[in-house]
């Protein structure tokens, strides 16, 4: 039987209602336990970028649940069947697969996520099965797929992406997706309308196909300038960058420089 937490992010998702999740980079379970209790839908271990090995992202998908009320997603580090796989029998309740370039890379994600006759993903639903399974169909119905449009090809084929049957959503890297339009590097303000204007096909090719359009973001209130603008979805920043911003505004206030 599919955990409610799983089920109701899923339904959430696919109805294209708003969800703010964070980002987690450290191997730190007793942290983002606590983020997780925070009141976020969701919860992203970044096994991508992340300082985050197998044992981690288990760990971490772990301290997700514990807190019982927000989703544990993964970034995989590829779109591979076997990183896809094993954050799914892990726990992952949905995968976020970077560098997707074209239709025929998001159905190959789509592929690695579903069991047969829809996919190819390989039974051995290890901790899972507590919670999104056992039973093949159910798992399908409930684990999510998100493409990440971040690079050129990702940008131009966007609309075929997006339609990809089986895929929930497409997902913006903006610093990566910043360079894809010519930036020098994220945030550069010289392509700044350009780099709009992409968040915006994204955006509406997502509403086109009926899936998920979600971002990443640096803050809380940029997060909420996307939910309102044709995102979904957004996450806020990770816990690496507010540890250190937290740190070193309790110094500067020791210090006498706030």
Excluded: C
């Amino acid at each position: 039987m599919t955990s409610s937490v799983a089920a109701e992010f899923a339904r959430k998702i696919r109805a294209r209602e708003r969800a703010v999740g964070y980002w987690i980079v450290l191997d730190s379970p007793v942290s983002t336990e606590r983020i997780a209790r925070a009141g976020y839908d969701y919860v992203a271990l970044d096994a991508q970028h992340g300082l985050i090995g197998y044992s981690g992202m288990l760990h971490g998908l772990l301290a997700i649940d514990a807190g019982q009320s927000a989703a544990g997603l993964v970034r995989v580090e590829a779109n591979n069947p076997t990183a896809i796989g094993k954050a799914l029998d892990a726990g992952a309740v949905g995968i976020i697969v970077p560098l997707v370039n074209t239709a025929e890379d998001a159905a190959a994600a789509v592929r690695a996520a579903k069991y047969p006759p829809h996919g190819d993903r390989s039974y051995g639903p290890m901790r899972s099965a507590l919670r999104v399974g056992p039973v093949p169909a159910e798992a399908d119905a409930a684990t999510l797929v998100f493409a990440m449009i971040e690079t050129p090809d990702g940008l131009e084929n966007v609309e075929a992406i997006a339609a990809t049957p089986g895929l929930d959503g497409v997902y913006v890297g903006p610093s990566d997706l910043a360079l894809a339009v010519g930036a020098g590097f994220p945030g550069d303000p010289d392509v700044a309308e350009v780099f709009d204007a992409a968040l915006v096909r994204v955006a509406a090719a997502a509403e086109a196909a009926g899936v998920a359009a979600g971002i990443h973001n640096a803050t809380g209130e940029l997060a909420a300038q996307r939910l309102g603008s044709g995102y979904t979805f957004a996450t806020v920043a990770s816990d690496l960058t507010h540890l250190e911003l937290a740190a070193k505004a309790h110094l500067d206030a020791a210090r006498g420089n706030a």
